[in-house]
């Protein structure tokens, strides 16, 4: 088996990695969440050698991720873990997570999902940092994510791009509160959270 190759991930490592330098300084363990192909995990992990960076997908990307991290071979990118959002979880907790690319590829209430279980893995002071192309004020924010939002949902009607208002109220309900909506390369955005003190 050929290591999975997408050609996204060389493009947009680096200005994901500008602000996990900045959010993820002072962070130890990172859980993934659909860490696909594997890349992200490896350039990550090797350029942030503080982290211990903890890689899920589902069950069937998990050989390929696995080629990444043999080639790379680092000491910070353990095993990776079988995790689908609306199955069996972690058991313990990360101080931060991360996740690029997944909302618009799960349906809403897989995304819906997502947020209602990410307390149960996060540390009391947690960050949660996730990557992608979002719509703005309901609007999609360029003719190209329009054009990607239809393409989407003609080969796969639950899925689309989500709305970072909505995602963003789903982030609340889950007792996170907005620390950054930064808008990013290619018309994405990269949102991180901080878990809320409890009141
Ligand atoms: C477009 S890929 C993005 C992969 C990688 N994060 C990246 O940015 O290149 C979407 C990922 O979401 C994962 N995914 C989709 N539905 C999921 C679910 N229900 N639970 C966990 N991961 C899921 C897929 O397996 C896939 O790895």
């Keep these: ?21 900045e959010h993820f300084a002072d962070r130890r363990e990172v859980l993934e969440i659909g860490s696909g192909t594997g890349q992200h995990a490896v350039h990550f992990a090797a350029a942030l050698p503080h982290l211990v960076w903890q890689c899920s997908d589902r069950p069937e990307n998990l050989p390929g991720i696995r080629l990444w991290l043999a080639d790379a071979s680092l000491g ?3 095993e990776p873990i079988a995790l689908d959002v609306n199955g069996a979880w972690p058991t313990r907790p990360y101080d931060a997570v991360f996740s690029a690319n997944t909302l618009h590829i799960m349906g809403w209430p897989e995304v819906e999902r997502l947020f209602e279980r990410l307390p149960s893995v996060l540390a009391a002071d947690a960050v949660v940092a996730v990557y992608g192309p979002f719509k703005v004020g309901g609007r999609h924010t360029s003719e190209s994510n329009a054009a990607f939002d239809a393409t989407l949902k003609a080969k796969a009607a639950h899925q689309g791009l989500r709305d970072v208002e ?34």
Excluded: E
């Design 1 to 21: 088996m050929d290591k999975p190759y997408a050609p996204s991930c060389d493009r947009n490592r680096d200005p994901i990695l500008a602000v996990l330098r």
């Design 76 to 78: 910070n990118t353990p």
């Design 166 to 199: 909505a995602v963003d109220a789903l982030a609340q309900g889950a007792g996170l509160a907005l620390a950054v909506d930064r808008a990013m390369p290619a018309n994405n955005r990269c949102i991180v959270w901080r878990r809320a003190p409890a009141a």
